[in-house]
Protein backbone atom coordinates (compact mmCIF):
# COMPACT_ATOMS: atom_id res chain seq x y z
CA UNK A 1 0.00 0.00 0.00
CA UNK A 2 1.36 3.52 -0.72
CA UNK A 3 0.84 6.29 1.66
CA UNK A 4 -0.84 9.29 0.39
CA UNK A 5 1.28 11.68 -1.65
CA UNK A 6 2.10 14.44 0.85
CA UNK A 7 3.46 11.48 3.07
CA UNK A 8 5.19 9.75 0.66
CA UNK A 9 6.68 13.16 -0.37
CA UNK A 10 7.76 13.95 3.82
CA UNK A 11 9.44 10.22 3.46
CA UNK A 12 11.47 10.88 0.35
CA UNK A 13 12.42 14.26 1.89
CA UNK A 14 13.72 12.50 5.13
CA UNK A 15 15.24 10.08 3.22
CA UNK A 16 17.66 12.33 1.74
CA UNK A 17 19.17 12.82 5.52
CA UNK A 18 22.31 11.28 5.48
CA UNK A 19 22.07 7.40 7.44
CA UNK A 20 18.20 7.79 7.16
CA UNK A 21 16.79 4.94 5.11
CA UNK A 22 13.14 3.69 4.34
CA UNK A 23 12.12 2.22 7.88
CA UNK A 24 13.26 5.61 9.69
CA UNK A 25 12.47 7.88 7.15
CA UNK A 26 8.66 6.49 7.62
CA UNK A 27 8.87 6.49 11.53
CA UNK A 28 9.90 10.13 11.45
CA UNK A 29 7.26 11.25 8.90
CA UNK A 30 4.99 9.66 11.35
CA UNK A 31 5.95 11.21 13.90
CA UNK A 32 5.60 14.07 12.20
CA UNK A 33 1.92 13.82 11.77
CA UNK A 34 1.60 13.49 15.26
CA UNK A 35 3.12 16.78 16.27
CA UNK A 36 1.13 19.83 17.10
CA UNK A 37 1.08 22.73 14.35
CA UNK A 38 3.23 24.75 16.31
CA UNK A 39 6.01 22.48 16.39
CA UNK A 40 5.54 21.50 12.34
CA UNK A 41 5.61 25.73 12.13
CA UNK A 42 9.34 25.57 14.22
CA UNK A 43 10.16 22.48 11.89
CA UNK A 44 9.56 24.38 8.59
CA UNK A 45 10.82 27.72 8.93
CA UNK A 46 14.11 26.38 10.85
CA UNK A 47 14.30 24.38 7.46
CA UNK A 48 13.83 27.57 5.26
CA UNK A 49 15.95 29.63 7.56
CA UNK A 50 19.06 27.76 7.51
CA UNK A 51 19.08 27.93 4.08
CA UNK A 52 18.45 31.68 4.42
CA UNK A 53 19.90 33.15 6.70
CA UNK A 54 23.21 31.08 7.69
CA UNK A 55 26.41 32.15 5.34
CA UNK A 56 30.07 31.99 5.31
CA UNK A 57 31.92 34.09 7.52
CA UNK A 58 34.59 36.61 4.84
CA UNK A 59 37.34 35.45 7.38
CA UNK A 60 37.29 31.79 7.88
CA UNK A 61 34.84 30.41 6.09
CA UNK A 62 32.75 29.18 9.61
CA UNK A 63 29.02 29.39 9.59
CA UNK A 64 27.15 32.45 10.78
CA UNK A 65 24.60 34.74 10.54
CA UNK A 66 26.79 37.64 10.33
CA UNK A 67 29.53 38.69 7.90
CA UNK A 68 32.33 37.57 10.44
CA UNK A 69 31.67 34.83 12.82
CA UNK A 70 31.81 34.96 16.70
CA UNK A 71 35.17 33.26 16.71
CA UNK A 72 36.90 35.84 14.27
CA UNK A 73 34.62 38.68 16.51
CA UNK A 74 36.20 37.59 19.19
CA UNK A 75 39.19 39.99 20.58
CA UNK A 76 40.42 37.64 23.44
CA UNK A 77 41.50 34.81 21.00
CA UNK A 78 44.93 34.22 20.28
CA UNK A 79 44.49 35.96 17.52
CA UNK A 80 48.20 34.56 15.81
CA UNK A 81 47.27 31.02 15.75
CA UNK A 82 45.05 29.49 13.13
CA UNK A 83 44.03 26.19 13.17
CA UNK A 84 42.95 24.80 9.44
CA UNK A 85 40.36 21.91 8.50
CA UNK A 86 37.72 21.36 6.26
CA UNK A 87 34.43 21.98 7.65
CA UNK A 88 32.18 24.48 10.37
CA UNK A 89 31.26 21.04 12.46
CA UNK A 90 34.87 20.51 12.96
CA UNK A 91 35.12 23.74 14.24
CA UNK A 92 32.51 23.03 16.66
CA UNK A 93 33.75 20.07 18.26
CA UNK A 94 36.92 21.26 18.67
CA UNK A 95 35.26 24.16 20.37
CA UNK A 96 33.63 21.89 22.62
CA UNK A 97 36.29 20.36 24.05
CA UNK A 98 37.95 24.24 25.19
CA UNK A 99 41.11 23.52 24.94
CA UNK A 100 42.05 25.76 21.83
CA UNK A 101 42.16 29.40 22.13
CA UNK A 102 43.16 30.51 18.43
CA UNK A 103 41.16 31.22 15.09
CA UNK A 104 40.48 28.50 12.48
CA UNK A 105 40.46 28.82 8.86
CA UNK A 106 38.11 26.39 6.69
CA UNK A 107 39.78 24.85 3.50
CA UNK A 108 36.58 23.76 1.66
CA UNK A 109 38.31 22.04 -1.60
CA UNK A 110 41.47 19.97 -0.59
CA UNK A 111 43.84 20.20 -2.84
CA UNK A 112 44.24 17.42 -5.80
CA UNK A 113 46.51 16.94 -9.04
CA UNK A 114 43.31 17.99 -10.44
CA UNK A 115 41.96 21.28 -8.80
CA UNK A 116 41.95 24.02 -10.95
CA UNK A 117 43.61 27.20 -10.34
CA UNK A 118 40.25 29.21 -9.85
CA UNK A 119 39.50 26.96 -6.55
CA UNK A 120 43.75 27.42 -5.69
CA UNK A 121 42.06 31.08 -5.94
CA UNK A 122 39.21 30.96 -3.78
CA UNK A 123 40.56 28.45 -0.85
CA UNK A 124 43.98 28.62 -0.72
CA UNK A 125 45.18 31.93 -1.41
CA UNK A 126 43.10 33.86 0.97
CA UNK A 127 44.34 32.04 3.79
CA UNK A 128 48.17 32.50 2.91
CA UNK A 129 47.10 35.61 2.34
CA UNK A 130 45.42 35.94 5.80
CA UNK A 131 48.34 34.49 7.28
CA UNK A 132 51.04 36.57 6.28
CA UNK A 133 49.06 40.45 6.62
CA UNK A 134 48.23 39.56 9.98
CA UNK A 135 51.91 38.31 10.83
CA UNK A 136 50.15 34.46 12.13
CA UNK A 137 52.94 32.64 14.11
CA UNK A 138 51.50 29.39 14.22
CA UNK A 139 48.96 27.26 11.73
CA UNK A 140 47.86 23.67 13.05
CA UNK A 141 46.33 21.29 10.40
CA UNK A 142 43.69 19.92 11.78
CA UNK A 143 42.28 18.06 7.87
CA UNK A 144 41.72 14.70 7.50
CA UNK A 145 44.64 12.34 7.68
CA UNK A 146 44.32 10.96 4.34
CA UNK A 147 45.86 11.47 0.70
CA UNK A 148 44.23 14.87 -0.10
CA UNK A 149 44.06 16.52 3.75
CA UNK A 150 47.73 15.60 3.60
CA UNK A 151 48.00 16.99 0.00
CA UNK A 152 46.67 20.27 0.97
CA UNK A 153 48.49 20.37 4.30
CA UNK A 154 52.04 19.97 2.02
CA UNK A 155 50.67 22.87 -0.25
CA UNK A 156 50.14 25.65 2.31
CA UNK A 157 53.25 24.48 3.81
CA UNK A 158 55.28 24.83 0.47
CA UNK A 159 53.38 28.44 0.06
CA UNK A 160 54.59 29.07 3.70
CA UNK A 161 58.47 27.71 3.03
CA UNK A 162 59.88 31.22 3.26
CA UNK A 163 57.24 32.86 6.21
CA UNK A 164 58.24 32.44 9.74
CA UNK A 165 55.25 30.17 10.31
CA UNK A 166 55.50 27.07 12.90
CA UNK A 167 53.90 24.51 10.92
CA UNK A 168 52.30 21.61 12.85
CA UNK A 169 49.20 19.17 12.76
CA UNK A 170 47.45 17.30 15.20
CA UNK A 171 48.71 13.74 15.27
CA UNK A 172 48.95 11.19 17.72
CA UNK A 173 46.10 9.05 18.62
CA UNK A 174 44.55 9.40 15.76
CA UNK A 175 44.39 6.36 12.82
CA UNK A 176 45.77 6.63 9.31
CA UNK A 177 42.91 7.83 7.03
CA UNK A 178 40.80 8.76 10.12
CA UNK A 179 38.42 11.18 10.00
CA UNK A 180 38.25 13.19 13.19
CA UNK A 181 34.20 13.68 13.21
CA UNK A 182 34.43 9.81 14.46
CA UNK A 183 36.94 10.34 17.38
CA UNK A 184 36.53 10.27 20.84
CA UNK A 185 36.98 13.57 22.21
CA UNK A 186 39.71 12.95 24.48
CA UNK A 187 41.54 11.61 21.96
CA UNK A 188 41.29 14.50 19.69
CA UNK A 189 41.71 16.76 22.86
CA UNK A 190 44.76 14.75 23.27
CA UNK A 191 45.56 15.52 19.36
CA UNK A 192 45.27 18.71 19.86
CA UNK A 193 47.70 19.26 22.62
CA UNK A 194 50.58 16.79 21.37
CA UNK A 195 50.35 18.59 17.97
CA UNK A 196 53.70 18.37 16.29
CA UNK A 197 56.15 20.45 13.93
CA UNK A 198 56.07 20.28 10.04
ZN1 LIG B 1 35.27 33.55 11.03
Not at 97 to 108: A, R, S, T
Not at 140 to 156: H, R, S
Given at each position: ?????????????????????????????????????????????????V??KIK???????I?E?????????????????????????????????????????????????????????????????????????????????????????????????????????????????????????????????????
Amino acid sequence: MKYPQTLENLISCYKKLPGVGEKTAERMAFSTLKMDEETVQLFSESLKDVKTKIKKCIICNNITEDEKCSICKDNTRVQTTICILEDAKKVQMIEKLKVYNGLYHIVEEPVTPFISSDAIDKNINPLIKRIIENKVEEIIFALKLTIEGETTAAYISKLLEKQEVKITKIAQGIPHGADIDYIDSLTLEKAIEDRKVI
